[in-house]
């Protein structure tokens, strides 16, 4: 039959589909004003990376330049290439003061994290007085460090500190805390982590409130003890703050100068000498800035390398 026949009915055209393109996901903006944003961002943080360039990246640059002079007072200098770099692995001065250094991070920063978790965890139990019991906790880091080191450098004092007295009351002083050499890193390293675990103690218990309470609450009702809620629950969900707190603490660890200056010199016999100490005394006393400037960078690779293997150990999976 032909189309026009009587009785057959036509079969009515398809209208045509209009394919859809890509979907924009839902509630975001169109590209120009996401640009257009982004300039906007742009434009309030460039103080800061001005800033950054001015003062962190620039003078980087030219430490690494000038580790590669004989730079002086005067203003005299010339290219050596690499020689203050082959003088400081002959130094023994540098290998002790790195050695002073490495040693006195390892009281440190185990001293600080453990004091901060400690009480970051005991706060986060405590209900009542938790705000005044933490604005104590923190005084001591918005103080001077130089004020903290006289402090603490009068409660070692052999003769007239607090702490010889009350070792004189049980009949076990007095204790030559810095004019020991066994003791005087760990001495100082209490000072320090007095001064600064503060900062850290906040960082941790706002990693600790962050942690929701239904886990816990399950791990109880599946019977875990204190410890096991601890062990893994609390510290595998608090990983990520506590790599933080430990980099940070580690890089505060390994610029120790202050604390040393004021309490010890650098004594007894070197035993708080530390790497920046050998850089002050370095730059600051004999004036000469390329082979400090080379001890600044290999302090920079130091921190380096040592922040990778936390991040290796601690923080590969965050």
């Given at each position: 039959?032909t189309?026009?026949?009587?009785?057959?009915?036509t079969?009515?055209?398809?209208?045509?589909?209009?394919?859809?393109?890509?979907?924009?996901?839902?509630g975001?903006?169109?590209?120009p004003?996401?640009?257009?944003?982004?300039?906007?961002?742009?434009?309030?943080?460039?103080?800061?990376?001005l800033?950054?360039?001015?003062?962190?990246?620039?003078?980087?640059?030219?430490?690494?330049?000038?580790?590669?002079?004989?730079?002086?007072?005067?203003?005299?200098?010339?290219?050596?290439?690499?020689?203050?770099?082959?003088?400081?692995?002959?130094?023994?001065?540098?290998?002790?003061?790195?050695?002073?250094?490495?040693?006195?991070?390892?009281?440190?920063?185990?001293?600080?994290?453990?004091?901060?978790?400690?009480?970051?965890?005991?706060?986060?139990?405590?209900?009542?007085?938790?705000?005044?019991?933490?604005?104590?906790?923190?005084?001591?880091?918005?103080?001077?460090?130089?004020?903290?080191?006289?402090?603490?450098?009068?409660?070692?004092?052999?003769?007239?500190?607090?702490?010889?007295?009350?070792?004189?009351?049980?009949?076990?002083?007095?204790v030559?805390?810095?004019?020991?050499?066994?003791?005087?890193?760990?001495?100082?390293?209490?000072?320090?982590?007095?001064?600064?675990?503060?900062?850290?103690?906040?960082?941790?218990?706002?990693?600790?409130?962050?942690?929701?309470?239904?886990v816990?609450?399950?791990?109880?009702?599946?019977?875990?003890?204190?410890?096991?809620?601890?062990?893994?629950v609390?510290?595998?969900?608090?990983?990520?703050?506590?790599?933080?707190?430990?980099?940070?603490?580690?890089?505060?660890?390994?610029?120790?100068?202050?604390?040393?200056?004021?309490?010890?010199?650098?004594?007894?016999?070197?035993?708080?000498?530390?790497?920046?100490?050998?850089?002050?005394?370095?730059?600051?006393?004999?004036?000469?800035?390329?082979y400090?400037?080379?001890?600044?960078?290999?302090?920079?690779?130091?921190?380096?390398?040592?922040?990778?293997?936390?991040?290796?150990?601690?923080?590969?999976?965050?």
């Open positions: 039959m189309a026009g026949t009587a009785g057959e009915r079969a009515p055209t398809p209208e045509p589909v209009a394919v859809p393109g890509p979907a924009r996901p839902a975001r903006p169109p590209r004003v996401r640009r257009r944003e982004a300039r906007v961002g742009l434009l309030f943080v460039a103080p800061m990376l800033l950054f360039t001015v003062f962190r990246f620039g003078p980087t640059i030219g430490a690494a330049f000038l580790s590669l002079t004989d730079y002086r007072l005067s203003g005299d200098w010339r290219f050596i290439g690499v020689e203050n770099y082959a003088r400081l692995l002959d130094d023994d001065l540098f290998w002790s003061s790195l050695g002073v250094t490495a040693l006195y991070t390892l009281f440190f920063v185990p001293l600080t994290v453990g004091l901060s978790l400690g009480t970051a965890l005991l706060l986060h139990r405590t209900l009542w007085l938790r705000g005044f019991f933490r604005g104590v906790f923190f005084l001591p880091y918005v103080t001077s460090i130089v004020l903290a080191a006289v402090i603490w450098k009068w409660i070692y004092d052999v003769e007239d500190g607090l702490l010889n007295a009350a070792l004189g009351v049980l009949s076990l002083g007095p030559d805390f810095l004019g020991d050499e066994r003791l005087v890193l760990p001495a100082i390293a209490a000072t320090s982590a007095w001064k600064g675990f503060g900062y850290s103690m906040l960082i941790l218990l706002a990693g600790l409130q962050s942690i929701p309470r239904e816990s609450e399950a791990a109880v009702i599946d019977g875990a003890t204190g410890w096991r809620r601890l062990r893994w609390t510290l595998p969900l608090l990983r990520p703050v506590l790599f933080f707190v430990l980099v940070v603490e580690a890089i505060g660890a390994f610029q120790v100068f202050d604390a040393m200056y004021v309490m010890t010199a650098g004594g007894p016999v070197r035993a708080s000498y530390s790497l920046v100490y050998l850089l002050y005394d370095t730059g600051f006393k004999f004036f000469d800035f390329g400090a400037s080379a001890l600044g960078l290999v302090l920079f690779l130091v921190v380096l390398v040592f922040s990778l293997i936390q991040r290796r150990l601690i923080g590969r999976d965050d």
